[in-house]
């Protein structure tokens, strides 16, 4: 493998500007080398002329390239590794701290926390449940910070190997032994590559780790500090490549028989706008569940491609880098799942055949209850951790606004938010199997079935409490508040929709007035109002474009780096375009069902699943610019918070976590596609290494109320 590819396969991606340039030095080396034989050739006649003579009349860009390169490599490492000893620092003396205090606790004494407020003594009962609690909190803290140290220790290691092999080509190329001593010289003794304090803290952390966290057990404590693959490449074992590939083969045939099923049956009938009534709820119950695994491939598609654009979702979403489902594993759960979703789809179909004396509609209820039955399942089997951190996370919304609002829970709602017809589709499945299961469809579709509005109005009612909520741990108004008004109108739209019939249509279709004007033309001009006003947010604030503060003003209406399609301008326009395309799928449902084009269970279906497909682009472009929020203040890890958290220290973190991310967007210059930066001839601009923070631009850490003793907050399983 060239070097230049496996540069870019190893590196850290918030780091991505700090590292050798070595593309660029590498063309740099080349076009001197053009202008070395154009000189040869035009001056032949200078055969005797000494060759390191000739090239430092070419070279002098180049080695002062080099030079350039070695400072700025050199003021980043030692800013990395003065933080790194600090946090080693910090790490122990709070641990020492947290134990002492929880000591005098038990003795039944008073003391001071960190604010030199009183607390009370502690119950001797939950004396040991406290210290559980403690070691493992810092269990994780150590072993995210011996992540940040393997990371540094690797960035050393790549810049080392650039700055080598792009001496040696040099030497091989000019014929020259200038190279080999300027890297003696220079690269020999600089002080990335001399210092071996990383080395230090890394022995350091595996001996509190091994000696006090875990009593001296070192292989339980170097399982506590594996260390996942650095490699952008991840390597997946040959039978989870097979398993994935398998059930991909599976599925499409599979549904390939179902299409032909459905065709050779009289399912599909002479007059295909027509659907009996019997099989609007089977209809419903597979759309709900086909849904869900339909959005389970495209996240699969959206974990694929961030991972080869070298978007680091894993420290986004703040979930364990040494346990979480890679893209392969998320699409063999959810083509294992489509299979099963088209073999109870032909057990539908064939149902008089197969079992007369049932009730067709009874399979669609079977695969509903083993579907949502294995997700709440709290054995620990088939990925035990990853569906109780979505449960988790879940909860969390619909508890909206209680807790502190984290990066993943405002990801997840705007997910709810494009899959409102699965919820629609299980409240009426509930309803359907548990009530009127013999009184036919239209008992649960009525139009004063007031629960469907109410669940139709939840996803933008989850967006709308984590934006006020946001706010008031803030005290910002921008951008939290005109936030929430984005999803107010989503609210609003929902409201007039229903009243004016959209949704639930009087049998007598007719019309229906608000406060004197007619309904049905509110909803149509509030719901284009809505539609631009969740478009210009998608573009401004979520994608970043639009960027006003760019510094290059080589992509114009966009912003300075571009990760995808190689940094390709058109596929963001083409991606802007189908966003609002994607946005106005709504106008279909009056168009197509509303006027009785086509069956409104087909035309929901449709819409569906062009929403999905809506969002899991928009979920491309929302986590790259929030990768390139975390590039801007160099965080690679996540922040273990492990300090004793107050009421007051929460809404200071806040406060300076929005403040960092504002002011990284003005300060933080951004990088042509690839991370790249022209060396030669112009002046290459200075690496801004300011004091590197270590919070992230996703929401604060949640805590309990500070009247605890000792407040662990620790949210990291997935």
Known sequence: MKFGTELQAHLTPEWRQQYIEYEGLKTLLFSMLDNKQEYQAEYSEDEDEDPDVLNEQFDHSFFEGVMSEIKRINV???????????????????????????????????????????????????????????????????????????????????????????????????????????????????YFEKSKEVEKLIESTEKFVTNTL???????????????????????????????????????CILV????????????????????????????????????????????????????????????????????????????????????????????????????????????????IVVFGLLILPAPIFYHSTRFWLLRRIFRIFTAPIFDVQFADFFIADQLNSLATVLLDISFVLCYYSTYWSEGEGACTAPGIWYRILIALLPPWFRFAQSVRRYFTTSDWFPHLVNAGKYFSSILVIVLASVAGIIHRNDNGTGVTLLGLDAFAAYVAFACISTLYAYWWDIKMDWGFLDHTST????????????????????????????????????INISLA???????????????????????????????????????????????????????????????????????????PSAPPGGGRKLGGKQRRSSNISNVSSKGSSAPIVTSPASAALDLNLDTSV
């Open 76 to 190: 980043f490492f030692k800013e990395k590794e003065s933080d790194a000893q600090t946090r080693y620092t910090k790490l122990t003396s709070e641990f020492h701290r947290q134990l002492e205090l929880l000591h005098h606790q038990s003795l039944g004494k008073e003391t001071s926390d960190i604010k030199g407020k009183k607390v009370v003594a502690v119950h001797p009962a939950r004396i040991k449940k406290l210290e559980s609690k403690i070691y493992e909190k810092f269990r994780m803290a150590f072993s995210e910070y011996y992540l940040n140290l393997i990371l540094l220790q690797n960035y050393q290691a790549l810049n080392y190997t650039g700055f080598r092999k792009i001496l040696k080509k040099y030497d091989k190329v000019m014929e020259s032994k200038r190279g080999k001593k300027c890297f003696a010289a220079h690269v020999r003794g600089s």
């Open 214 to 252: 875990e009593k001296g057990d070192r292989n339980k404590a170097m399982q506590k500090l594996r260390v996942p693959p650095l490699s952008g490449l991840e390597l997946h074992e040959h039978s989870t490549t097979f398993k994935s590939g398998l059930m991909t083969g599976l599925a499409v």
């Open 257 to 368: 028989v179902v299409i032909i099923a459905s065709l050779i049956q009289d399912k599909i009938k002479t007059d295909e706008n027509s659907l009996d009534a019997d099989e609007i709820p089977a209809l419903v119950a597979f759309r709900c569940t086909f849904l869900l695994f339909f959005f389970t491939v495209l996240l699969s598609w959206n974990t694929y491609g961030w991972r080869n654009a070298g978007v680091n979702h894993i420290l986004i979403f703040e979930i364990d880098p040494r346990n979480h489902l890679n893209y392969l594993q998320l699409l063999t759960a959810a083509m294992l799942f489509l299979f099963l979703w088209g073999v109870t789809l032909l057990l539908y179909i064939f149902s008089p055949l197969i079992a007369p004396a049932m009730k067709p509609e009874t399979w669609p209820l079977i695969f509903f």
């Open 552 to 587: 290059g003003h080589k992509n114009k209406y966009l912003r300075d780096e571009l990760l995808y399609a190689g940094g390709k301008k058109f596929v963001y326009f083409i991606i802007m375009g189908l966003d609002l395309a994607l946005r106005c799928v709504w106008t």
């Open 594 to 668: 509303d006027w009785q084009f086509v069956h409104k269970q087909y035309v929901i279906t449709g819409t569906a699943v062009l929403e999905a497909i809506r969002r899991a682009v928009w979920n491309f472009i929302r986590l790259e610019n929030e990768h390139l929020n975390n590039c801007g203040q160099f965080r690679a890890v996540r922040d273990i918070n492990v300090r004793v958290i107050t009421e007051h220290t929460k809404h200071d973190e806040a406060k300076d976590e929005d403040s960092d991310h504002e002011d990284m967007k003005k300060r933080v």
